[in-house]
């Protein structure tokens, strides 16, 4: 069963391909200010070299995050693309969060969190969003990404052959399970 911020989006979608719908001025100022503030964010925030624990590597196995941050002088650096790879997936985001906005679909934006752990270090990082009370993720996706995805998941959980995606995900233990959002690309079948 497809959930219904998905169904409005799918929906949305629908009637702007048929001319009956748009999307707002203000709607689009925001798309276009997320874009922005991603544009500095990639290019203005400094090397990446350093290791340090982030959302986003904290489910990862420990022995993982250990060779992650102590075999750092054997580690191949990101080649040039990789920063393409995180501004097109920041644009998707941007886009895909206004698509949301303008089908109606109420959502808590992003927003930076800080896990402080028992020894008093600190892991900051930030979610794309909530909805459901659950933090939900955004990510830009291969056709090949979105099959292995589908193969992964359950026959219960698969989703639509559409290529907007929502499969859930478990983020971590210590946060509500949310949903993953994949958006690719997918040829027009004949």
Same mark, same amino acid.
Not at 61 to 76: A, G, H, I
Not at 137 to 155: F, N
């Given at each position: 069963?497809?959930?219904?911020?998905?169904?409005?989006?799918?929906? /949305? !979608?629908?009637?702007? %391909?048929? #001319?009956?719908? +748009?999307?707002?001025?203000?709607?689009?100022?925001?798309? =276009?200010?997320? @874009?922005?503030?991603?544009?500095?964010?990639?290019?203005?925030?400094?090397?990446?070299?350093?290791?340090?624990?982030?959302?986003?590597?904290?489910?990862?196995?420990?022995?993982?995050?250990?060779?992650?941050?102590?075999?750092?002088?054997?580690?191949?650096?990101?080649?040039?693309? /990789? !920063?393409?790879?995180? %501004?097109? #997936?920041?644009? +998707?985001?941007?886009?895909?969060?206004?698509?949301?906005? =303008?089908?109606? @679909?109420?959502?808590?934006?992003?927003?930076?969190?800080?896990?402080?752990?028992?020894?008093?270090?600190?892991?900051?990082?930030?979610?794309?969003?909530?909805?459901?009370?659950?933090?939900?993720?955004?990510?830009?996706?291969?056709?090949?990404?979105?099959?292995?995805?589908?193969?992964? !998941?359950?026959?219960?959980?698969?989703?639509?052959?559409?290529?907007?995606?929502?499969?859930?995900?478990?983020?971590?233990?210590?946060?509500?399970?949310?949903?993953?959002?994949?958006?690719?690309?997918?040829?027009?079948?004949?």
């Amino acid at each position: 069963m497809n959930h219904p911020a998905e169904l409005k989006v799918f929906d /949305f !979608l629908q009637k702007a %391909l048929a #001319g009956e719908t +748009t999307m707002t001025e203000e709607v689009a100022d925001k798309v =276009a200010s997320d @874009v922005k503030a991603a544009l500095f964010k990639q290019f203005d925030s400094g090397p990446r070299d350093e290791f340090r624990l982030r959302m986003s590597n904290i489910g990862r196995p420990k022995c993982q995050l250990w060779f992650d941050k102590n075999d750092s002088v054997d580690k191949t650096p990101f080649p040039p693309h /990789f !920063l393409m790879n995180m %501004l097109i #997936g920041d644009i +998707t985001e941007a886009v895909f969060k206004g698509v949301l906005r =303008a089908a109606g @679909v109420e959502f808590q934006d992003s927003d930076y969190v800080t896990l402080e752990l028992s020894n008093g270090k600190k892991i900051k990082g930030e979610y794309d969003m909530i909805l459901d009370e659950k933090v939900d993720d955004i990510k830009s996706a291969s056709p090949l990404v979105l099959q292995q995805q589908v193969r992964g !998941l359950q026959h219960t959980q698969r989703p639509r052959q559409l290529r907007l995606r929502s499969t859930t995900r478990r983020l971590c233990s210590w946060c509500r399970q949310g949903c993953r959002w994949l958006v690719g690309r997918q040829q027009r079948q004949r």
